[in-house]
């Protein structure tokens, strides 16, 4: 759902946009280490044929403390696996799952829907001692009991499908239920808890313990008044319950964080919710709840504003958002209440020289190892930050401190 949307600029910008922007605490070295191919000045394009060191727009990545690395290579459609944290640009993966070998690629692998076959790979996250992919134009989510440790190892259970063959969007009708998908596009898992951003019937399905049946339908709901209904915003004008296009989901502290790149902002609830369509308390990028225009309806992005915000992560005190359309890093610091935080200005920036500028690779140039293009995804495992710079075919390894 990467939908251009023009704005025409206004004549004026908000006193904020022109503030003095303060440097995330990244490595003012750039990346460490960037995988993927990496252009060179010399080079027109970027390579994106399928190898153990190309990817082709990633969306998502996971490291875990044992420092395992998987990568969503979305448009390849399949996962990269690094055995240990990469410490070299360019280094080769060590597995892949969903394709045959390294040099293939293909919607399912050319084939039919499997266990282990993957149609445009997002959201990707450790759960458990497993791991959790929103497998998105299978219209399902495949869950490991344990963490693939090898190539091309089958999934234990999936969510979205009643079995591993089909994949229909709904499960092949026109209202949504508890236990149907269409297009869910992030995952995330906290402290036994799974939630799910079912992006195409805009809104988030949570279940209360890790499920383990296949098609298990999911205890709650938001972004939707029941389990059928897949309105955009709930079919009305924009609330502080609705959703657009829900894309990832995050907690920071205690508080539930789900981007809704749709509506142009980040909505963050007071703990878990507990009931159905709960609203949520505050959002970041918009004034307040009914407003939704991309930058604020403004051409020019501000320190309050986001386009298009796909990820979210969290280091720390520290709320990252990455900015997608505006190409940058935003991060929000805790305060005494996160509640007083309705309409803040960021922080921090990372990607570009101030809060105004938002071209790629800040000049429309070549990729540099502190710049985006179109980053999709932000999460932070211990002092390293994993970046997927989608529009960049690459992943950044950018330590990140958060003390």
């Given amino acids: 759902m990467d939908i251009p949307i023009t704005i025409h600029p206004l004549a004026q910008l908000p006193p904020e946009a022109t503030a003095t922007p303060q440097n995330l605490p990244f490595s003012s070295q750039g990346a460490e280490v960037i995988l993927g191919n990496i252009i060179e000045a010399q080079q027109l394009v970027m390579p994106v044929a399928p190898s153990p060191t190309t990817m082709f727009g990633p969306r998502g990545a996971c490291l875990l403390l044992n420092e395992v690395l998987w990568v969503s290579d979305t448009g390849h459609h399949r996962l990269l696996g690094w055995q240990n944290l990469p410490t070299k640009d360019s280094q080769p993966a060590d597995w892949v799952i969903g394709q045959p070998d390294f040099y293939h690629e293909g919607q399912n692998a050319k084939g039919t829907t499997g266990r282990s076959t993957l149609n445009v790979p997002t959201g990707i996250c450790s759960c458990g001692e497993g791991l959790a992919v929103a497998d998105a134009w299978n219209h399902r989510i495949l869950i490991w009991k344990n963490l693939p440790q090898d190539s091309n190892v089958p999934a234990d259970s999936v969510l979205g499908q009643i079995n591993f063959s089909d994949n229909e969007p709904n499960r092949g009708t026109q209202q949504a239920s508890a236990n149907t998908m269409h297009w869910p596009y992030g995952v995330f898992y906290h402290q036994g808890w799974l939630f799910v951003a079912d992006t195409g019937n805009r809104r988030v399905l949570i ?37 657009r296009w829900c894309h990832d989901i995050t907690f920071w502290g205690e508080n539930l964080v789900v981007s809704d790149a749709g509506n142009n902002r980040v ?21 307040s709840f009914d407003c939704v225009e991309m930058n604020q309806g403004i051409y020019y992005p501000s320190a309050s504003s986001l386009s298009m915000p796909y990820g979210v992560g969290v280091a720390g005190e520290w709320l990252l958002i990455a900015d997608t359309a505006n190409s940058r890093l935003l991060g929000w610091r805790k305060s005494e209440s996160v509640f007083s935080l309705q309409g803040a200005t960021a922080d921090g920036i990372s990607g570009q020289i101030n809060f105004q500028s938002k071209g790629e690779n800040r000049d429309f140039g070549l990729a540099k190892r502190d710049s985006f293009n179109w980053c999709y995804g932000i999460k932070i495992c211990g002092k390293t930050a994993v970046i997927a710079d989608s529009g960049n075919n690459r992943i950044l390894l950018w330590q990140f401190d958060n003390s």
């Fill in 207 to 243: 279940w209360h313990q890790l499920p383990t049946e296949n098609g298990q339908p999911a205890d709650l709901v938001l972004g939707q008044p029941d389990m059928i209904s897949r309105n955009e915003n709930g079919g009305g004008s924009p609330t502080a319950a609705s959703m």
């Fill in 267 to 287: 909505m963050i609830w007071q703990g878990i919710p507990t009931e159905n369509n709960t609203p949520c308390a505050i959002v970041l990028g918009q004034k």
